[in-house]
């Protein structure tokens, strides 16, 4: 059974997604849809298309199906496999959680982002993204000194 149920409160919301077999947001555009993180948090097993963002939050046949936008076929291959797999729904349900746990947790975000603000305010500049593999490395492993913004 499908609902389209519109816009809902975050209470309804969670209902939905405690009471869902499977998430699918078949989309053309997205960034990094909000909705989406809610569904895996939720342990709701996903099927996306592979567009935008989607590819931080979901890796195809371990936390989620990713498919082609506007493929019909492995789309309906993906619902089909959850639908009729309840084991696969609870694999794949288990591991999008601990995907968001891991990799999106609020706790874990603001303390980066603590560290972020208090090193930017000493004149400290932080790397935000680990150097590329083939970077030369670094002549000093002492920060570089910024200056700070009043």
Same mark, same amino acid.
């Given at each position: 059974?499908?609902?389209?149920? +519109?816009?809902?409160?975050?209470?309804?919301?969670?209902?939905?997604?405690?009471? #869902?077999?499977?998430?699918?947001?078949? #989309?053309?555009?997205? +960034?990094?849809?909000?909705?989406?993180?809610?569904?895996?948090?939720?342990?709701?097993?996903?099927?996306?298309?592979?567009?935008?963002?989607?590819?931080?939050?979901?890796?195809?046949?371990?936390?989620?199906?990713?498919?082609?936008p506007g493929a019909v076929e492995p789309?309906?291959?993906?619902?089909?496999?959850?639908?009729?797999?309840?084991?696969? $729904?609870?694999?794949?349900?288990?591991? +999008? $959680?601990?995907?968001?746990?891991?990799?999106?947790?609020?706790?874990?975000?603001?303390?980066?982002?603590?560290?972020?603000?208090?090193?930017? $305010?000493?004149?400290?500049?932080?790397?935000?993204?680990?150097?590329?593999?083939?970077?030369?490395?670094?002549?000093?492993?002492?920060?570089?000194?910024?200056?700070?913004? $009043?």
């Amino acid at each position: 059974h499908v609902q389209f149920v +519109g816009y809902q409160s975050q209470e309804a919301v969670c209902e939905f997604l405690q009471n #869902s077999d499977v998430f699918v947001l078949p #989309s053309f555009a997205e +960034g990094l849809p909000v909705a989406l993180m809610e569904a895996l948090a939720a342990g709701v097993p996903v099927v996306t298309t592979a567009i935008a963002g989607i590819g931080e939050l979901v890796e195809h046949g371990i936390n989620g199906y990713l498919v082609p936008p506007g493929a019909v076929e492995p789309l309906a291959t993906a619902l089909d496999t959850l639908l009729q797999d309840a084991s696969v $729904r609870q694999q794949l349900g288990h591991a +999008g $959680r601990l995907k968001v746990e891991q990799e999106f947790n609020l706790l874990q975000e603001v303390a980066w982002l603590q560290r972020l603000f208090i090193s930017n $305010r000493q004149g400290l500049a932080q790397p935000i993204r680990p150097a590329l593999p083939h970077a030369e490395p670094a002549e000093s492993a002492e920060p570089s000194r910024i200056q700070p913004t $009043r």
